[in-house]
């Protein structure tokens, strides 16, 4: 379906054409075909196909198509500016290809040349090496003349020729014939003429210091004069040696004999130095690291003739001050007039430029990877923070704001005071002995400094109505009733009292640090039993427990711990949390786990005693 309606739009375009409306051609022909001339060759060659019209017809309307596109993507003030007027538009369009050709590496340029004949018509000479594309210079042309200039071009092809260039490429010369006229047809065009003092004449000399680049040379291509620095920089006599023995023609790419030279007069010629300067001469005494590079000339060739000779105005091709070094060459070198200065100090700032931004560029990336490396060790340090402090207290701390405090501070001691003094009641009652409270810890224990047998039911005991008194007092920031962590661990200890200015009765032993491993990991509202004290209690079949299981303790490992829930009697009130489920065994007759007492010893040493008790650590 597509193919069919690129068919119908080419026989449709044909028609327009054979009935001479070629701008409504035109304009069908831009959506057909692309913006450049190698991406729409095939789509031409179809179109001449189904259409019935011939190539070079089509190939002239895709000439003015294309100075339209041109001028509607980024060139327009490019073009506008090429040329005061029509000639020299044609005679710097190889300039111009040859600057778009530092952008577009694989472009195949034609070259352009515009002579001015007897009856004011423009001799205009076209060469390329892609043959039969000669008709879109037809269309480009007209286009140019009617939309730069506001002139009519009458164009007409006077005589095509095809000729080999080096390294054995053919090469299409097309040369037209073009009538300028005004778009008014008022008056024919009249190009500016300016004057010239006839008598007046400069010296070799001064010429040779004014120009110190430039170079004459005769159809032979025998030098007959050469610029001051050139001859300075050489250091050798020029006069009537070959062109070819001194430079060697790099751009552009053909032999260098003057039918070329004038054939491409529009061209940038640049010229390599053979011979050694006198500068590389001396450095390469102190430097024979390697060859030092050549010097090459950029310049204009100009055909003079009066005397029937070419003269080459050029300046070294120099873009930074590297080169400069390099080639031995100083600023001074350069004439004050010519751009290379200018261009050698930008290029050198730009250059600095570039290498700054490189060096930013690399410091932003090691930047962004230590602010990596930096927020993953901020999440580490927010991560153990929040373990050891409250998320919201520690964001507040953080942000450098006080925490503000769920209740005051005197409601806090109130409600300790109230709870301790239940505690310290419940300790006459039960015979056991308070050891310390530090903080929101309590500590009791049985078995010293009075011994008994009984030492673990006075401790379960009295642990069953802390539980029951603590659940009596109501915490001041919420109002609900307090829930604390009960351990219980049974085993031997040394007791004795410490100090002479405030001595205190202290406990030391490895039943202490297991008795607070119990507690921090127990569960609120529970009483958290070790397995001897476990031991001790299940044998009086008094007691009734929950079996917990194994658990991981810090500093003593695996573990089968229990949870207390009362006598026959008395039985705490479980909370409703994951344990709730567990197996319960002891007062109603049967045991989920039996263990072997441990035997311990009743020894006494000095003031020191040391034999079995229970200790109770609460928070």
């Given at each position: 379906m597509?193919?069919?309606?690129q ?43 189904f ?33 005061r007027n029509?000639?020299s538009f ?15 590496k694989n ?27 000669y ?13 730069l200039?506001?002139?009519e ?5 006077v ?11 053919t ?9 300028l ?19 007046f004449?400069?010296s070799a ?9 430039h170079?004459?040379?005769?159809s ?7 610029g ?21 023609l ?7 004999i003057v039918?070329n030279?004038r ?10 130095v ?5 500068n ?7 430097e ?7 010097l ?8 003079l003739d ?24 100083y ?9 290379t200065?200018e261009?050698?100090l ?7 430029e ?30 153990l923070l929040?373990?050891?402090?409250p998320e ?6 953080k ?6 405090a ?13 709870l301790y ?5 419940c300790?006459t ?9 530090i ?6 224990v ?8 009984a030492?673990a039911?006075l ?5 069953l ?5 603590a ?45 607070s491993?119990m ?14 004290s ?14 917990r299981?194994e658990?991981?303790?810090k500093g003593?490992?695996k ?27 002891g ?9 072997t ?20 650590n609460?928070?």
């Amino acid at each position: 379906m597509i193919k069919d309606n690129q068919q119908l739009h080419y026989m449709l375009i044909g028609l327009l054409i054979r009935h001479s409306f070629y701008f409504t051609a035109y304009l069908l022909m831009k959506r057909l075909f692309g913006c450049s001339i190698l991406s729409a060759s095939d789509k031409i060659q179809q179109f001449s196909l189904f259409s019935g019209v011939e190539l070079p017809v089509v190939l002239e309307i895709f000439g003015e198509y294309f100075l339209q596109y041109c001028l509607r993507h980024g060139y327009d003030k490019m073009l506008k500016t090429l040329g005061r007027n029509f000639k020299s538009f044609i005679q710097n369009l190889d300039s111009l290809h040859a600057l778009l050709a530092l952008t577009y590496k694989n472009i195949v340029a034609p070259s352009f040349r515009c002579e001015t004949n007897e009856d004011d018509s423009l001799s205009l000479h076209y060469y390329t090496i892609r043959p039969g594309l000669y008709p879109i210079v037809l269309g480009l042309v007209k286009a140019v003349a009617r939309d730069l200039y506001n002139q009519e071009a009458e164009i007409s092809v006077v005589e095509k020729s095809q000729e080999i260039i080096a390294g054995g490429k053919t090469q299409e010369h097309v040369h037209f014939r073009v009538v300028l006229t005004r778009s008014d047809d008022t008056k024919s065009l009249v190009e500016f003429r300016p004057a010239f003092l006839t008598d007046f004449k400069i010296s070799a000399e001064q010429f040779c210091n004014a120009f110190p680049y430039h170079i004459i040379f005769d159809s032979n291509l025998k030098i007959k004069q050469s610029g001051m620095m050139i001859q300075r920089l050489l250091r050798i006599p020029l006069i009537d040696r070959h062109m070819c023995d001194i430079f060697e023609l790099i751009h552009p790419q053909m032999q260098m004999i003057v039918i070329n030279l004038r054939m491409f007069i529009n061209a940038v010629f640049m010229l390599k130095v053979l011979l050694p300067t006198k500068n590389q001469i001396t450095h390469q005494t102190t430097e024979r690291n390697g060859d030092m590079p050549s010097l090459i000339l950029k310049g204009q060739m100009m055909w003079l003739d009066d005397i029937q000779h070419m003269i080459f105005i050029s300046s070294p091709r120099l873009s930074s001050l590297t080169e400069l070094m390099e080639m031995n060459v100083y600023l001074a070198d350069i004439p004050l007039y010519d751009v290379t200065r200018e261009l050698v100090l930008l290029n050198q700032q730009r250059i600095a430029e570039i290498d700054i931004a490189k060096r930013l560029d690399e410091t932003t990336m090691e930047l962004r990877k230590t602010s990596k490396a930096l927020e993953e060790e901020k999440k580490k340090t927010e991560s153990l923070l929040y373990q050891m402090l409250p998320e919201r207290v520690a964001v507040e701390l953080k942000n450098g704001r006080p925490v503000p405090a769920a209740c005051p501070a005197i409601d806090i001691v109130n409600m300790l005071n109230d709870l301790y003094n239940r505690f310290d009641a419940c300790t006459t009652v039960h015979g056991v002995y308070k050891v310390e409270t530090i903080g929101d810890a309590y500590m009791i224990v049985s078995g010293v400094p009075v011994k008994t047998t009984a030492h673990a039911q006075l401790v379960a005991n009295f642990a069953l109505d802390m539980v029951a008194e603590a659940s009596n007092v109501n915490s001041p920031a919420t109002g609900k009733p307090l829930q604390i962590r009960v351990g219980i661990h049974s085993g031997p200890v040394v007791a004795g009292v410490v100090g002479n200015k405030m001595p205190r009765y202290c406990l030391f032993g490895d039943t202490v640090n297991t008795a607070s491993r119990m507690e921090s990991h127990g569960s609120a509202g529970r009483i958290h039993c070790s397995p001897d004290s476990h031991s001790h209690l299940i044998q009086t079949k008094e007691y009734e427990f929950r079996c917990r299981g194994e658990v991981d303790v810090k500093g003593k490992g695996k573990m089968t711990t229990f949870f207390l829930l009362g006598t026959r009697d008395k039985r705490i009130s479980e909370p409703l949390d994951e344990h709730i489920e567990l197996p319960i065994e002891g007062a109603n007759g049967t045991d989920a786990v039996k263990l072997t007492n441990h035997k311990t010893s009743s020894d006494v040493s000095g003031s020191l005693g040391k034999g079995v008790s229970s200790t109770c650590n609460i928070v």
